[in-house]
């Protein structure tokens, strides 16, 4: 019996404000896109099953489990991955300067997840309430932190974000 390898087909996308281009085959998983082929390894491959969340990114501003995705299915999609986040000259976010003056990163690993959830909290006003918080963080796996210090990061980056 002969395997057949389906051929690459071209995909193109805007990734944290490029313009991203490749041959992918069809069955390519987004992450292993990101990682791979455009070198975005901030993005991390956990579960690989969209349990664990530390593959989160914002796929035209939604955020989505880049683990269950195929990269053709973001054909024409604009996403942005954590290093959307920085800013010029490596200034952290306020989000991100949250993240580390309330604990919410101890091994680091869940972290890109958490902040790209976070973000999208931040940016539809998801952040009134510590349940509010939680509810939209539930979908991470976190096995370092107690989540406590993630909660209390986002809930300072809400604030500042009210009371610059």
Do not use: W
Request: aromatic letters at 4%; one cysteine or more.
């Amino acid at each position: 019996m002969t395997m057949r390898i389906p051929p690459k087909v071209p995909v193109a996308m805007t990734v944290n404000g490029q313009t991203r281009e490749g041959h992918v085959e069809p069955r390519k998983l987004l992450v292993d896109f990101l990682r791979e082929d455009l070198g975005l390894t901030g993005t991390h491959v956990g579960c690989e099953h969209g349990v664990c969340g530390a593959c989160t990114i914002l796929v035209n501003g939604d955020p989505a489990r880049s683990c269950l995705m195929f990269a053709v299915q973001a054909n024409g999609a604009e996403l942005r991955t954590v290093e959307g986040l920085s800013q010029e000259h490596g200034k952290l976010t306020p989000l991100q300067e949250a993240f580390r003056e309330h604990f919410g990163v101890q091994c680091g690993f869940c972290t890109p997840g958490f902040l790209m959830t976070a973000s999208d909290l931040l940016a539809n006003g998801k952040t009134d309430t510590e349940e509010a918080v939680r509810e939209g963080l539930s979908g991470h796996i976190c096995r370092c932190t107690g989540y406590q210090g993630i909660v209390e990061a986002v809930h300072a980056a809400a604030e500042k974000a009210r009371n610059p």
